[in-house]
T-cell receptor, first 113, second 116 residues
Framework: KQEVTQIPAALSVPEGENLVLNCSFT??????LQWFRQDPGKGLTSLLL?????REQTSGRLNASLDKSSGRSTLYIAASQPGDSATYLC????????????FGPGTRLSVLP | GAVVSQHPSWVICKSGTSVKIECRSL??????MFWYRQFPKQSLMLMAT?????????EQGVEKDKFLINHASLTLSTLTVTSAHPEDSSFYIC????????????FGPGTRLTVL
């Protein structure tokens, strides 16, 4: 059974810092991995999608990497801003149509002005 | 990216009434949609998988007669909370996977249900 963990559970940094969020999964037989952010009381916003054949994806100040064989992904946020404060979730999918993700518990990020 | 909408965004109802929540994929067809609930400061909990034209698949512990799911078209799934009680108060979120867009999954904005 796939299990996804995220470290740290919470993180508080001053504005401008570069930071790394970690995601680990136990079964490397994934089809893709997706990073989301969730603001309080809101739905999830898709940030980056990495296919199993890819090593990384970039969008603006965000860079996500994937090491499928070791069961790890990292989300790198450059020059953090207070608006980045949210909960960040990673989720893996095994490619089985009709099946859902397995989510990690999330990392709660606070960027202090 | 693709857009998934939910309606209503929030609803308050009296105990014993039924509430319907709609989930729509606006610019893609979704043969499969997912329904979650989320309690404050907790992660998403998958309730059921909604399959177009067939019965939904419910997760263990979720009452299918309490949470009725209908996926009548490729762009619409509905969740009806029947005979709602205060313990059903929660944040309900739906998602859909766009199989033509790298299988990326998109989430609705959520519906806040409060049962008095």
């Amino acid at each position: 059974k796939q299990e996804v963990t995220q470290i740290p559970a919470a993180l508080s940094v001053p504005e401008g810092e570069n930071l790394v969020l970690n995601c680990s999964f136990t079964d490397s037989a994934i089809y893709n991995l997706q990073w989301f952010r969730q603001d309080p009381g809101k739905g999830l916003t898709s940030l980056l999608l990495i296919q199993s054949s890819q090593r990384e994806q970039t969008s603006g100040r965000l860079n996500a990497s994937l090491d499928k064989s070791s069961g790890r992904s990292t989300l790198y946020i450059a020059a953090s801003q207070p608006g980045d404060s949210a909960t960040y979730l990673c989720a893996v999918w095994d490619g089985n149509y009709g099946q859902n993700f397995v989510f990690g518990p999330g990392t709660r990020l606070s960027v202090l002005p | 990216g693709a857009v998934v909408s939910q309606h209503p965004s929030w609803v308050i109802c009296k105990s014993g009434t039924s509430v319907k929540i709609e989930c729509r994929s606006l610019d893609f067809q979704a043969t499969t949609m997912f329904w979650y609930r989320q309690f404050p400061k907790q992660s998403l909990m998958l309730m059921a998988t909604s399959n177009e034209g067939s019965k939904a698949t419910y997760e263990q512990g979720v009452e299918k007669d309490k949470f009725l799911i209908n996926h009548a078209s490729l762009t619409l799934s509905t969740l009806t909370v029947t005979s709602a009680h205060p313990e059903d108060s929660s944040f309900y979120i739906c998602s859909a996977r766009d199989y033509h867009f790298n299988n990326e999954q998109f989430f609705g904005p959520g519906t806040r249900l409060t049962v008095l």
